[in-house]
Structures are given as structure tokens and as C-alpha cells.
């Protein structure tokens, strides 16, 4: 799926069946160096509560909505609440393939709901955010991979509410991205998201339906229909690659235009998911952070806890940089 977020779960998943059912055909292998025991002190904090958190959660309800900070059990949910940005999951909570580092079921999803737009930018104008982030489950059932209902949420958000920022973290829409791509150019983001997830040589067992050339030529692509929109792409560490292959990719991605970067921890969400290889140090974050801002990434947030949303509202480049040739 549109995932980044959906792996962040800081407790196991509620739905021990059905994350057994889904990773009954996962590609991995556990080995005895896994990280299964208790997790290093930098990753051990409570996410704050607040009035507002409880008033964000009553209005989300209301609208019949669910937001990715809440689904992932995000450690950053009281922070990001509480300052104003919230991640939305449109098209159903049934995704059409099976990664091993995400907790959304797979399935036959339920057809998109017209309603669901309109619900979405009523739901941000009564919560008064600031910034809005949109994503999905994949949806390969859909000719256009749901880029439709992704133009509808943002055509409804900018009516509804102008003064937000819109931020959509999409599908690599497989077999339709020149269709899907024209149909979000007529009503742009602030900011065009699609994480690559992890390096391209785990993603046989991380992301099987993937392809990573895929998802590099999506963010080149994009960045050629609307070049005044920055593109942005993350990736999650700790599920067993190494340091030289985290920089091929983080130069690959700014080879295809990514002006903003992502990078944090990958959190198993239950002991049947993928597992953790390694938990990451906040040293090395920081040196990774250093190393993409010398390669020429205008935002880069890298960390333990963070996710693709994170703090996504802030340091959006006013320009992103030429498209490399």
C-alpha cells in the first residue's frame, strides 16, 4: 500500500489472525540475530495525550474517518495532533497486496466511497489542521489505481479548506501511472509523496509486488508533468540492509528529482511480520541526514521515530531544485 506509516506500530497488532493469515506466503526468513527482545531506550517513550488529541480522535469519528497516525499506533500521534497534521487513509482499509512490514489486511477491497472526499475536507475544517496528508491501500483493482478519489479529496480540501496544506503519499499505480499521474496534475498537492520503502535488494521479501524502478521512474515522472511541486520519498531502516546500499538509493532518489527525504526505524508491527534486523543508533540517522543534505536534498528528517509524515507541514522547499538531466 501507500504505506510509510502503516509498519510504525509501537504495540503488537490487534489482529494477531489476520496478520498470521496474511504472512502465510511472506518471503522472509527469521534468523537468530533478529532484534526480538526489548527495544533500545531511544525508541522507549510514550506518546503524549492531550485535550486536543481527544478532540482530533472525536471529529475523526464523527466523520467516519481513520487517520494512519492512529491505525500504526504512531509514538509521534500526540505531537503531530497536537500541532496541527494528521495523515488520512482514503479508499478502504483492505489493500490489495501483502508487504511484510505493513498491518493493513489484504483483500477484495470494498469499491471507493463518493463520499468519502467531501467526509475527509469536512473532517480537516472542523479539526482547523494546518497541513493534511492523504494516502491509501494499493489499489490495483481500480483501472486508475484510485488517483480519482485522491483528485477529489484534494479538489474538496482546497474548496473547503485554502489555507491547508495538502500532502499526498500514493501507490506506485502500477499499469496506469501516466493516466493516474494527469488526473492528480489538474489539481496538485503542496507536496507529492511515494515511499520506496527500503533498498531495492530486500524488496523480493519487503515489497513483492513492487518494483523499484517503478517507484523511481512515478517520482521522476511526476516531477515532469507538475515541475513546480516537490516530490518526496522515505525509507525505513533496520530490516537487514546496510549503510551502502541506504546511500545508493538516497542517491538514486535525488537522481530522479526527490528534493525531501525521509528516514526512520522499522518497527515490526507483530511477531509475524517481517522482523526487525537491526535497531538503528541515532548517530547513524544523524550522519545519514548530514550525507543527504550534502547530496542535495532540500529537507531531510531522519531518526528512530520518524515516520513518513512526520513533521510533514514543515520545511516544504518554496522551490524544488532542477530536475536532474
Not at 289 to 314: C, I, M, Q, T
Amino acid at each position: 500500500m501507500a504505506e510509510g506509516d502503516h509498519h510504525a506500530g509501537s504495540h503488537p497488532s490487534p489482529g494477531g489472525d489476520r496478520a498470521a493469515h496474511k504472512m502465510t506466503k511472506a518471503r522472509f526468513q527469521r534468523t537468530g540475530s533478529d532484534e526480538s527482545g526489548r527495544k533500545p531506550r531511544w525508541l522507549r517513550v510514550r506518546s503524549p495525550s492531550s485535550p486536543r488529541v481527544q478532540e482530533i480522535k472525536a471529529v475523526l469519528r464523527r466523520h467516519e474517518l481513520h487517520t494512519v497516525c492512529e491505525e500504526a499506533s504512531c509514538p509521534n500521534l500526540g505531537e503531530c495532533f497536537g500541532g496541527g497534521t494528521a495523515t488520512f487513509m482514503i479508499l478502504g482499509d483492505t489493500c490489495t497486496r501483502r508487504c511484510s512490514f505493513c498491518d493493513v489486511a489484504t483483500g477484495r477491497p470494498a469499491p471507493a466511497d463518493p463520499l468519502e472526499p467531501a467526509r475527509l475536507a469536512a473532517a480537516v475544517a472542523d479539526m482547523g489542521l494546518g497541513f493534511a496528508v492523504v494516502t491509501s491501500v494499493d489499489r490495483d483493482d481500480l483501472p486508475d489505481g484510485g488517483a480519482d478519489q485522491f483528485a477529489e479529496v484534494i479538489r474538496e480540501l482546497r474548496t473547503r479548506c485554502p489555507e491547508t496544506g495538502i500532502e499526498i503519499l500514493t501507490p506506485d499505480f502500477r499499469g496506469c501511472q501516466e493516466q493516474a499521474l494527469a488526473r492528480i496534475a489538474e489539481r496538485p498537492p503542496d507536496v507529492f509523496n511515494h515511499n520506496v520503502e527500503t533498498v531495492p535488494e530486500l524488496y523480493h521479501t519487503v515489497r513483492p509486488s513492487a518494483d523499484y524502478g517503478r517507484s523511481l521512474g512515478l517520482l521522476r515522472r511526476f516531477r515532469e508533468i507538475v515541475p513546480g511541486v516537490p516530490t518526496k520519498s522515505g525509507l525505513m531502516l533496520g530490516l537487514g540492509e546496510d549503510l551502502a546500499q541506504v546511500r545508493r538509493v538516497m542517491a538514486d532518489l535525488r537522481g530522479h528529482g526527490v528534493d525531501i527525504l525521509t528516514l526512520g526505524q522499522y518497527l515490526a508491527p507483530s511477531g509475524h511480520h517481517h522482523p526487525v534486523r537491526a535497531y538503528i543508533h541515532p548517530e547513524t540517522f544523524a550522519a545519514l541526514k548530514e550525507e543527504a543534505l550534502e547530496l542535495g536534498f532540500l529537507s531531510v528528517n531522519a531518526g528512530p521515530l520518524v515516520r513518513s509524515s512526520y513533521h510533514a507541514g514543515d520545511h516544504i522547499p518554496a522551490v524544488p531544485s532542477p530536475l536532474p538531466d
